[in-house]
């Protein structure tokens, strides 16, 4: 259990600085005052505020708490669409999730049999669903988490072919010199595709159109 005594002008400041050292919201942790502090005259004769602050033995770390709230979330809507199917925890959390810029993605992936209707076309109710289990994620654990899912491995399958789909594209217009327009995607797997030629020598990428129209032109440097 964390613990650390702190001193400073005042109560409220060293009881802030304690939190922020210990990584604790004010909901996790025990508040004790050890003393006051006095103001004194003119500086003479003043005493620090002391604060005590305890990790509060019922709090559930924030992983374990965004784990529990996600499964559930997860299996709740999962039982009202009435579907058989399971919530697991993806150990794999390679690029092939990567749509996300910073954190490492908590991944979900939901096995069973006919979840097509999860995916949706291009993917947009998989989108829709995840974007749905965040939001309350967020409000029912108070953290904010880069929560990615998937349906019976979609979303790692999608990415292997976008990204072989990219390198061939790219090889056929630096032959032949004349740009290739892909198929309308959304932002994250447009992004795979930015990604995956980056570095390439001989192209660039660039997304052109509106909203779900919007995709991807491959062309010559």
Do not use: W
């Amino acid at each position: 259990m964390k613990e650390i005594e702190v001193s400073a002008r005042t109560v409220e400041e060293a009881t802030e600085r304690a939190l922020e050292q210990l990584g604790l919201s004010l909901e996790q942790a025990e508040i004790e005052i050890i003393s006051e502090g006095k103001s004194g005259l003119l500086g003479i004769g003043s005493e620090p505020a002391r604060v005590r602050v305890t990790e509060n033995a019922n709090h559930i770390p924030a992983g374990e708490q965004i784990e529990t709230c996600a499964v559930d979330t997860l299996e709740t809507m999962l039982n009202l669409m009435d579907l058989d199917a399971s919530v697991f925890r993806e150990n794999d959390t390679s690029a092939s999730y990567d749509d996300e810029k910073s954190e490492a993605p908590i991944v979900y992936d939901i096995s069973g049999d006919d979840l097509g209707i999860l995916i949706g076309r291009r993917g947009q109710t998989l989108a829709c669903l995840q974007y749905i289990t965040r939001l309350i994620v967020t409000r029912q654990t108070g953290y904010s988490a880069p929560l990615v899912l998937d349906v019976n491995g979609y979303k790692k399958r999608r990415y292997e072919s976008l990204r072989t789909l990219a390198r061939n594209v790219a090889d056929q217009v630096e032959r032949n010199g004349n740009p290739c327009t892909l198929e309308p995607m959304p932002a994250y797997e447009r992004r795979i595709i930015h990604l995956t030629l980056a570095e390439h020598p001989g192209v660039i990428t660039e997304s052109v159109g509106f909203g779900e129209d919007r995709k991807v032109i491959i062309q010559p440097k």
